[in-house]
């Protein structure tokens, strides 16, 4: 027992030996001076409390002096290596309490995904056809399980192509779309996949919210009326609020949508823009602009696309908001990160 009390006493010696070095390595002379008195005060009463049978006064025996010296030996030592574990789990700490926006880059289309700080994932349209595949394998990269909701703007081919694609291989929790439909193949398909999946639609239109959790509000602002001339007018747009970010989705909105929105006086501000229609010259109008006031805008446009997206009359008025704009033609995927504060773009 003696034997074993004077063998914790050397090893906790050792520990405060090893932790004054360190002290004294980084403080100043006067501190070193004491830190070195301390240290020997210390090492002279270990001595003399060796020098007593029974490990020290109050103590009944050498058999309950063990579990205590062990207790004081290893309580420090472990306390580091127990916080050390904390901080390094395998998944970072300092990524939970994160949202990200991945405008991923389908070519000409629109393809979104909102990754959750709790592990939800929103879908907001999936590229043509031909970027199914894509869309896919993007999911799979950023490990989407599960897609929780999923909204197709409108029934345009170059927002819903890949969507039947997804939502035949990922698990999907709602889907979401505007009362609206188009005698296409590709619209046929997106209805055919949702029905062979069980699942129901869920109308899209002004004031229906998403009940997401995590601190994380999406209502949609559009549909508003309850017709328009043009299928973009139609468009599922999302406002979704993180803590104090914010960020407005508009699919392909135009001009009547934005002005429904304007004249509903919804809140329409928001941090980031995903700016409407690929940047069209009749979307993203001066007075809808200065409502939304965004600091950055994306674009999802396809390099070289037939129909001259983005506009340069339009990326003018973003100028001249002094609005920071990215492109999916040039940026490629665009990913924002919001902590709730702040967001973080490339
Ligand atoms: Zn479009």
Same mark, same amino acid.
């Given at each position: 027992m003696m034997t074993?009390?004077?063998?914790?006493l050397?090893?906790?010696?050792?520990?405060?030996?090893n932790?004054?070095?360190?002290?004294i390595?980084?403080?100043?002379k006067k501190a070193?001076?004491?830190?070195l008195?301390?240290l020997l005060?210390f090492?002279i009463?270990v001595?003399a409390?060796?020098?007593?049978?029974?490990?020290?006064?109050?103590? !009944?025996?050498g058999?309950?002096s063990?579990p205590?010296d062990?207790?004081?030996?290893?309580?420090?030592a472990g306390?580091p290596l127990?916080r050390?574990?904390q901080? =390094?789990?395998?998944?970072?700490?300092e990524?939970a309490?994160k949202?990200?926006v991945h +405008?991923?880059?389908?070519g000409?289309? %629109?393809?979104i995904?909102?990754q959750?700080?709790?592990?939800?994932?929103?879908?907001i %349209? $999936?590229?043509?056809?031909e970027?199914g595949p894509?869309v896919v394998q993007?999911?799979?990269?950023?490990?989407?399980v599960k897609l929780?909701y999923v909204i197709?703007t409108?029934?345009? @081919?170059?927002?819903?192509g890949g969507?039947?694609q997804? *939502?035949k *291989?990922?698990?999907v929790?709602?889907v979401?779309l505007?009362?609206? /439909?188009n005698?296409?193949?590709?619209?046929r398909?997106?209805?055919l996949?949702?029905k062979?999946k069980g699942?129901?639609?869920? @109308?899209?239109r $002004?004031?229906?919210s998403l009940p997401?959790?995590?601190g994380?509000?999406a209502l +949609?602002?559009?549909?508003v009326?309850e017709?328009? %001339? %043009?299928?973009?007018d139609?468009?599922a747009?999302l406002?979704?609020?993180?803590?104090? /970010?914010s960020?407005? +989705?508009?699919?392909d909105a135009?001009?009547a949508a @934005?002005e429904g929105?304007?004249?509903?006086r919804q !809140?329409l501000?928001?941090d980031?823009?995903?700016?409407?229609?690929?940047?069209?010259?009749?979307?993203t109008g001066t007075a809808f602009?200065?409502?939304?006031?965004?600091a950055y805008?994306?674009?999802?446009a396809?390099?070289? =696309?037939?129909?001259g997206h983005?506009?340069?009359?339009?990326l003018?008025?973003?100028?001249?908001?002094?609005?920071k704009?990215y492109?999916?033609?040039?940026?490629?995927t665009? /990913?924002?990160?919001s902590?709730g504060?702040?967001?973080?773009?490339?």
């Amino acid at each position: 027992m003696m034997t074993l009390s004077i063998l914790a006493l050397l090893v906790a010696v050792l520990l405060t030996v090893n932790s004054g070095w360190n002290f004294i390595r980084r403080t100043g002379k006067k501190a070193r001076r004491q830190a070195l008195y301390a240290l020997l005060a210390f090492i002279i009463s270990v001595v003399a409390a060796a020098g007593h049978p029974g490990g020290g006064p109050g103590l !009944p025996g050498g058999w309950q002096s063990q579990p205590r010296d062990k207790a004081t030996v290893q309580a420090p030592a472990g306390t580091p290596l127990s916080r050390e574990s904390q901080t =390094n789990p395998s998944q970072p700490r300092e990524e939970a309490g994160k949202l990200r926006v991945h +405008f991923l880059d389908v070519g000409q289309g %629109d393809a979104i995904l909102v990754q959750l700080p709790g592990g939800k994932n929103i879908l907001i %349209d $999936a590229g043509t056809n031909e970027a199914g595949p894509a869309v896919v394998q993007y999911l799979k990269q950023y490990a989407v399980v599960k897609l929780d909701y999923v909204i197709g703007t409108h029934p345009h @081919e170059d927002h819903i192509g890949g969507l039947d694609q997804v *939502i035949k *291989i990922f698990p999907v929790g709602k889907v979401y779309l505007p009362r609206v /439909t188009n005698n296409t193949a590709s619209y046929r398909d997106l209805l055919l996949a949702i029905k062979n999946k069980g699942l129901k639609v869920t @109308e899209a239109r $002004a004031g229906v919210s998403l009940p997401l959790g995590d601190g994380v509000q999406a209502l +949609f602002i559009n549909p508003v009326k309850e017709n328009y %001339d %043009d299928l973009n007018d139609w468009s599922a747009v999302l406002r979704l609020t993180y803590g104090q /970010t914010s960020f407005l +989705f508009t699919g392909d909105a135009g001009s009547a949508a @934005e002005e429904g929105m304007l004249a509903s006086r919804q !809140p329409l501000r928001a941090d980031v823009l995903k700016v409407a229609h690929h940047g069209s010259r009749t979307a993203t109008g001066t007075a809808f602009l200065k409502a939304v006031a965004p600091a950055y805008a994306v674009i999802s446009a396809g390099k070289g =696309n037939d129909y001259g997206h983005p506009h340069a009359q339009t990326l003018q008025r973003l100028q001249q908001a002094g609005v920071k704009v990215y492109r999916t033609d040039r940026d490629g995927t665009i /990913t924002v990160v919001s902590d709730g504060r702040e967001v973080t773009l490339p």
